[in-house]
């Protein structure tokens, strides 16, 4: 149970590009989902959180305009890297959670790595 | 503030030997939950544990077992005979209550990779 698919997991394309990576939670309904981005050899970045029907909540330091997250469903976020650029290239990971407490785990998608040329 | 500290980076050990990852937490909150994932070379987290603060009993899962000591705000992770597929990255978090309905945050230490040479 409590199965998260990430997709794609790879992601190549040129700079300018709009690239769309969606989070599924495959057998349980995730009120909450989370974004998440690893630098290389490096902790894991919380980028936002989004709740099911509302508006995501986003880290100090991380543009909401260049970094869109839809919620529309309990079952599905995406995270849109809008015109990305050589330095948006990086492993991104969503993460779901059922109801919104912290005593809940995060379970994780396997992760997508962006490289932009 | 909350935070996480792993203090050792990197660990490398041989095939069969004892190994255990430190993990020490801060927070103000008298309720709060410790995790500890793996990351595997592929990239997934993987959850290996939950414990809550008002549960201080260790835990044994296998050739797993979890150390929580309030005292000293450590949660410590110890996996006997070590294999090559526990080569791994291993994150400890924590998080706080969240009340009135906030949703609250993992915060994540900085990792230890373990090595196990065959």
Known sequence: GA???Q??????????TSVKIECRSLD???TTMFWYRQFPKQSLMLMATSN??????????????????NHASLTLSTLTVTSAHPEDSSFYICSARTGKNSNQPQHFGDGTRLSIL | AQKVTQAQTEISVVEKEDVTLDCVYETRDTT???????QPPSGELVFLIRRNSFDEQNEISGRYS?????????????ITASQVVDSAVYFCALSGRGYGGATNKLIFGTGTLLAVQP
């Open chain 1, 7 to 16: 997709h794609p997991s790879w992601v190549i394309c040129k700079s300018g």
């Open chain 2, 66 to 78: 979890w150390n929580f000591q309030k005292s000293t705000s450590s949660f410590n992770f110890t």
């Open chain 1, 28 to 30: 349980f309904q995730a």
């Open chain 2, 32 to 38: 709060y939950y410790l995790f500890w994932y793996k």
């Open chain 1, 52 to 69: 099911e029907g509302s508006k995501a909540t986003y880290e100090q330091g991380v543009e909401k305009d260049k970094f869109l997250i």
């Open chain 1, 3 to 5: 199965v998260v698919s």
